[in-house]
């Protein structure tokens, strides 16, 4: 059962490097989604993607980019890292209907922007 | 969209203790209702969850109960164990339609459990 994987688990840059986080989902799901994770801020969401094909900007888009893969994968990119994007970066990917509208999550990727 | 209001903490408990985290939410019409779960150097987990109002969700001892008069979904355990120690999370749909995919959290809730 691997469920939502992330890769790499955790990354140093320094400022102005690029990098790209991979996910993917082995659970057949229409919708995935990229948060990152601060102190004392919950989650924000970065991107989603409703369905393969489609992608949509959530509440902090800026600095990123995102490409949906195909069904199964769904990666975010920095282009030019900033110390700001320090964070823990989570994917999670969801089966859209009625009750099922449960997120799944993988276990993160830890960066550092020095 | 909607809205979620979660209690701060940290909260630290004696092993054994009862535990309640607060969530009250702003929100169209009655969305289901979520509580995740964040075990040290993991990702979030759903511990449980109510689809429509009165609903009691529950799972490892925790439960809440969808109260809509109240506007909230209290998490609650009767006897907290070391290895409840986590931050949790209140959570809904961002929106009450039915094409709504994205959900709101709570900033969390961390929870230290002591011997």
């Known amino acids: 059962n691997a469920g939502v994987t992330q890769t790499p688990k955790f990354q140093v840059l320094k400022t102005g490097q690029s990098m790209t986080l991979q996910c993917a989902q082995d659970?057949?799901?229409?919708?995935m989604y990229w948060y990152r994770q601060d102190p004392g801020m919950g989650l924000r969401l970065i991107y989603y993607?409703?369905?393969?094909?489609?992608?949509d900007k959530g509440e902090v888009p800026n600095g990123y980019n995102v490409s949906r893969l195909n069904k199964r994968e769904f990666s975010l990119r920095l282009e030019s890292a900033a110390p700001s994007q320090t964070s823990v970066y989570f994917c999670?990917?969801?089966?859209?209907?009625?009750?099922?509208?449960?997120?799944?999550f993988g276990a993160g990727t830890r960066l550092s922007v020095l | 969209g909607n809205s979620v209001t979660q209690m701060e903490g940290p909260v630290t408990l004696s092993e054994e203790a009862f535990l309640t985290i607060n969530c009250t939410y702003t929100a169209t019409g009655y969305p289901s209702l979520f509580w995740y779960v964040q075990y040290p150097g993991e990702g979030l987990q759903l511990l449980l969850k109510?689809?429509?109002?009165?609903d009691k969700g529950s799972n490892k001892g925790f439960e809440a109960t969808y109260r809509k008069e109240t506007t909230s979904f209290h998490l609650e355990k009767g006897s907290v164990q070391v290895s409840d120690s986590a931050v949790y999370f209140c959570a809904l749909p961002r929106d009450s339609g039915a094409g709504s995919y994205q959900l709101t959290f709570g900033k969390g809730t961390k929870l230290s459990v002591i011997p």
């Open positions: 659970m057949n799901h229409n919708s």
């Open positions: 993607s409703a369905s393969e094909g489609t992608t």
């Open positions: 999670a990917s969801m089966r859209r209907g009625g009750s099922k509208n449960i997120q799944y």
């Open positions: 109510a689809t429509k109002a009165d």
